[in-house]
């Protein structure tokens, strides 16, 4: 419930604080006087858009607040979700500066425009005249058929399992476009594929194929170098073997002399033990050391073959070739794997479609229902409003496409005379016709939901009489479970309100402001006579007045 309005520096108002109640409150004053300036500055503190134009002073910042008593409409969830500090009584306040820039707040925390209209939608219902129009649209129908068939909790249930489906779609054509691509390129990629896993490559064997070639292609040197170092080894005479034994048998001979000719013979003695095993290698490989041309041409081969592969791949290792076959065997797998992946997935989506045809279907049954006590409820109550021959014909059909909030379509048809045949809302009724049956439609949600504060802007356009005293009384009806405010030009509907406020303007030193006050008694006796009678006052609208409020 809106329980407090404060503007500042806005259009035509330099300040303004008015405090609101519950049930019937009525809004009049003059054309002119500054009714939409209010309904402008509500819609800002609401997260519409805003411009410097707005400000009255354009030196100064404008601010504009909104106080709401929430503690009925479980909003605990959307305030922690969103990260604000959930209070009963929650304050909205949208500031825009001298240079345009807009900041919105939801009780001191800062927030986006669009959680400001977000949570506007679930505390207040703003119906302006243009709105009328939304009767037409096939959603807001669907909207007025789903609240009698309290089909809530379905839609629900059946728009998350629409995302779900939407999304494996999605990722099924996804499958099927890589498909498609990878299989372009498939036999070519499985040939290069192929070549590498036959090539059967290891990870160090470059390295060992050139060492090995390298070795080959040295070999007599090799052989050369192994011969001579064998025989200055082991020449009987002056081999390096010869003399060193020589050397230790002279050492040998006074070990026992000294600790110090021990040592020394003992280090003499490891290292022709280690000459001995050197010279040992050393023919030992010089016996081995044999060209293989057979080896050599191997060797070559295979190292070429690396080398071919390396430049197809444009590479210059082993190792990326190895990173190239594992590439070419996922792309080989995505082609002869992606039928099975499009099988299970096709399965998945077939398995959610099932579930939200079941929910579609339901939601269908329960609208079929709910479509007579529709039909029922709105001309009873359009009968009231003077428009006792207006008949409605909806006709719901469940189709195979999946649409927001079901898989049905709708068409809204009215005959607004006895006999008259059935046409489009639009084009059969009229304006006043269009607001008399938003209010019904309004009235009857009412009934089912838990609307939030409505505001009707004059949406008593285009009625008078007996018709804006029944349209009174729904509105007062409304109002014993919401609280319902409305700005109109007729005193039938003005004197109905449990509270009445006047917008005017005042010349305050050449300036013209816009102000809103709450009438007293006597007061809204005056501004109701006025309304009937204009502004000479006669005793006669004075008492048509008084009845009226009586």
Same mark, same amino acid.
């Given at each position: ?36 300036? /209010?309904?402008?500055?509500?819609? /800002? ?18 601010? +504009? ?47 986006? /425009? ?31 058929i789903d609240a009698l068939a309290a089909n809530a909790p379905k839609i629900d249930s059946y728009k998350r399992g629409l995302k779900l489906f939407n999304q494996l779609s999605k990722e099924l054509n996804e499958l099927k476009k890589n498909q498609e691509a990878a299989t372009q390129n498939y036999e070519y990629n499985l040939h290069l594929f192929d070549e590498l896993e036959k090539s059967n490559l290891q990870s160090d064997e470059q390295e060992v ?9 040295? +070999? %007599? ?29 002279? /050492? ?7 600790? %110090? ?290």
């Open positions: 419930m809106l329980i407090n309005l404060s503007i500042k520096n806005y259009a035509l108002i330099d300040s303004l604080s008015v405090s609101f109640r519950d049930h019937l409150s009525t809004i009049t004053g003059e054309t002119g006087a500054g009714k939409s300036i /209010l309904l402008g500055a509500l819609g /800002l503190v609401l997260g519409k858009r805003a411009d410097t134009s707005t400000l009255k002073d354009a030196n100064k910042k404008c601010i +504009i607040e909104a106080k709401f008593l929430i503690s009925n409409y479980q909003l605990e969830g959307f305030f922690e979700e969103n990260d604000i500090d959930f209070e009963t009584e929650t304050i909205i306040r949208r500031e825009i500066s001298p240079t345009g820039k807009s900041r919105a707040f939801i009780n001191d925390t800062p927030t986006t /425009l669009q959680v400001l209209q977000d949570l506007s939608e679930k505390l207040i219902d703003v119906h302006s005249q243009h709105q009328t129009m939304q009767l037409s649209d096939v959603n807001f129908q669907f909207q007025i194929i050139e060492q090995s070639l390298d070795k080959l292609n040295n +070999i %007599e040197e090799i052989k050369l170098n192994l011969s001579e170092a064998q025989a200055l080894a082991l020449a009987e005479e002056i081999g390096l073997q010869t003399l060193l034994n020589a050397f230790a048998a002279n /050492l040998s001979k006074i070990v026992t002399y000294s600790n %110090e000719y021990k040592e020394i013979y003992d280090r003499v003695l490891s290292v022709k033990i280690e000459f001995d095993d050197i010279a040992g290698e050393i023919e030992n490989f010089n016996e081995n050391v044999d060209f293989d041309p057979l080896e050599l041409q191997k060797l070559n081969d295979r190292l070429q073959l690396i080398y071919n592969l390396q430049k197809k791949h444009s590479v210059s290792t082993i190792a990326e070739l190895l990173q190239k076959q594992e590439e070419l065997s996922v792309k080989v797998d995505a082609v002869e794997n992606s039928s099975a992946a499009i099988s299970e997935k096709e399965k998945e989506i077939n398995s959610v479609a099932e579930k939200i045809d079941k929910l579609a279907k339901s939601i269908f049954q329960e609208r079929e229902k709910a479509i007579p006590v529709l039909i029922r409820k709105l001309e009873d109550s359009l009968g009231n409003l003077g428009m006792e021959n207006t008949r409605f014909k909806l006709v719901i059909s469940h189709t195979n496409q999946y649409f927001q909030n079901g898989k049905d379509e709708l068409q809204l048809f009215i005959s607004a005379n006895r006999g008259a045949n059935f046409g489009e809302l639009k084009k059969i009724a009229s304006g006043g016709e269009l607001s008399r049956i938003m209010l019904s439609v309004k009235a009857i949600l009412s009934e089912y939901l838990k609307l939030p504060t409505i505001i009707f802007d004059e949406i008593d356009t285009g009625v008078s009489g007996d018709v804006s005293q029944k349209m009174a009384d729904i509105m007062q009806q409304m109002s014993i479970n919401m609280q319902v405010i409305t700005i109109t030009h007729l005193p039938q509907i003005a004197a109905k309100g449990k509270q009445h406020y006047k917008v005017y303007k005042e010349d305050i030193e050449n300036n013209i402001v816009t102000r809103l006050k709450e009438l007293t008694e006597i007061e809204r006796i005056e501004e109701i006579a006025e309304m009937l009678g204009g502004k000479e006052i006669s005793k006669t609208a004075i008492e048509h007045a008084k009845q009226l409020l009586n």
